[in-house]
């Protein structure tokens, strides 16, 4: 595959028509911080000399007089080079910094929406997109592997100060029956009528472009080389599923992450995006932190996916606490009382809650006040975790229900205050016990989220609305209601109560279709 400035000019006009497109119609959400130099970056590399990007590139209505309709045309005809294009630009939207101390390989979420946004501009499906960035980790893998390996003394000094289980799990899985059963599950994807064969015959075209400046083909078997690999997965360390307890605990007893569907008969491959699952209560036992989530994403590809687990005593009496507060034959009759309202949220909105909902309070009160106090904790050390990039230099989508998204909550809100954009791609909050009428909290919240920002809600979670209600008049929750915010996509889900997310997780992803 030819560098991208030895394409035809007509092409890299192309490219770069769909990509101002992309950018001007995305900038409120990329920001100007990075789109200009992204825009700079990307013509420099086409060798096209055209007007630096800023607030008023939107004015710009065409390149050369190529609409987006053209540009797509010009790019499948006579030869399909879609696949190219999403292969060139993944190479180049990884930021390669150097600086006294390290270099590092960045991969940052707002590079990921445009190149998510650029896939679809080409009328191509997003599994093309995830394709390309599996084929990418395969290839980062394979190199990896054999520099740890080939007897240097720097790598493996190097290798040494990988985590232990991290390197031994690469090690255990260092087979070819193992390598070629991986690469047949996935070996080759069809879109647009071209195809990508994940096998080492695309290494040198999708590698290429990465180490240029990198100081040449070596790159990878250095110690430098690992050191930027590692850093890019998460590897160093052992990065999430190697963190057991933060240096900055605040509070918190618990505070650690586990990898789900990991396959042992695979090599362990890291991917360009990782997915951190929370669970906001412990309905039976500990095992609710991971095996609604291994359930839900069973059949998806989601990249490398963690189960935060914190404090998950306080989370298992939380879930007791519902139980009880459920069961409750008082709370059995105010709940016909409540089916006989016209609304749930006009029931609460009263000055003062029947008799019957407040003796039961103390059941359910104070293990609500506690969870909810730990979640707040557990986001500000989720966030000093994502800042310190212990999950690699990778884009990181953020999921939970009930006090998990609590927890991811107020990790967006502190990453804001710390202004740290990019770390963030996609973020879904189911039956979140955040104000839904705080537009301002929700603006900072969305201003850290390169993608997708989906609150999923019901409006009839009568036990949300109670233990809201407990402690304010107010019931605006966007865990009952959509949020009014631009950017928040908000989505009605079918669930029997706050106690039924786990259960429902799967068809409620499914309907949601997060790529």
């Not at 991811?408 to 039956?431: S, T």
Request: with cysteine; glycine share 6%; charged share 20%.
């Amino acid at each position: 595959m030819e560098p991208l400035d030895q394409w035809p000019l007509q092409q890299k006009k192309a490219i770069l028509r769909l990509s101002q497109d992309i950018l001007v119609a995305h900038e409120h959400r990329l920001g100007l911080a990075w789109t200009s130099p992204w825009w700079t970056k990307l013509t420099t590399a086409l060798s096209l000399q055209v007007r630096a990007f800023d607030t008023n590139f939107s004015s710009i209505k065409d390149i050369d007089g190529i609409t987006v309709p053209d540009a797509v045309e010009l790019l499948r005809k006579p030869k399909d080079q879609r696949l190219d294009v999403l292969i060139s630009l993944l190479s180049l939207t990884l930021g390669y910094v150097k600086d006294e101390k390290q270099e590092t390989l960045i991969y940052d979420a707002r590079a990921r929406w445009f190149l998510y946004c650029l896939t679809y501009a080409m009328q191509l499906p997003i599994e093309d997109l995830n394709v390309v960035e599996r084929s990418l980790g395969q290839q980062m893998y394979f190199e990896l592997e054999k520099a740890t390996h080939d007897g240097n003394d720097d790598q493996v000094e190097q290798s040494s100060a990988m985590n232990t289980s991290a390197q031994a799990s690469m090690v255990e899985n260092n087979n070819k029956k193992k390598m070629y059963r991986w690469l047949g599950t996935a070996a080759a994807v069809a879109g647009g009528g071209a195809i990508i064969a994940l096998t080492g015959g695309l290494a040198a075209p999708l590698l290429a472009p990465i180490v240029v400046g990198m100081t040449g083909a070596t790159f990878f078997a250095t110690t430098a080389g690992i050191a930027v690999v590692t850093s890019l997965f998460g590897l160093t360390g052992g990065g999430l599923a190697g963190m057991k307890m933060h240096r900055r605990m605040r509070g918190l007893e618990q505070f650690e992450f586990k990898q789900i569907l990991v396959n042992k008969d695979l090599p362990p491959i890291p991917t360009l995006q990782c997915t951190i699952c929370i669970s906001g209560f412990l309905l039976h036992d500990r095992n609710e932190t991971t095996v609604p989530w291994t359930q839900a994403l069973q059949n998806t590809q989601p990249g490398d996916t963690f189960c935060l687990e914190y404090d998950t005593e306080i989370l298992l009496s939380l879930g007791y606490a519902f139980r009880r507060f459920i069961s409750n034959q008082a709370l059995k009759y105010a709940g016909l009382e409540v089916a006989k309202q016209t609304a749930l949220a006009s029931f609460f909105a009263a000055i003062a809650l029947p008799a019957a909902l407040m003796k039961v309070a103390d059941v359910i009160d104070d293990p609500w006040q506690l969870a909810v106090e730990r979640s707040k904790k557990a986001g500000i050390v989720l966030a000093d975790t994502l800042a310190e990039r212990v999950q690699g230099n990778r884009p990181c989508h953020l999921i939970g229900y009930s006090c998990g998204s609590l927890v991811i909550w107020h990790c967006l809100l502190e990453l804001e205050r710390r202004g740290l954009p990019g770390l963030v791609h996609h973020v879904v909050l189911l039956g979140a016990p955040v104000a839904s009428d705080d537009l301002e909290a929700w603006a900072k919240a969305r201003s850290v989220v390169a993608g997708r920002f989906i609150n999923g809600y019901t409006d009839d979670d009568w036990v949300l609305a109670y233990v809201h209600r407990l402690h304010s008049l107010d019931t605006k929750v966007s865990g009952l209601a959509a949020v009014p915010v631009d950017g928040i996509e908000n989505r009605a889900v079918a669930v029997e109560g706050h106690t039924s997310y786990p259960e429902a997780l799967a068809s409620i992803l499914a309907e949601i279709k997060l790529e």
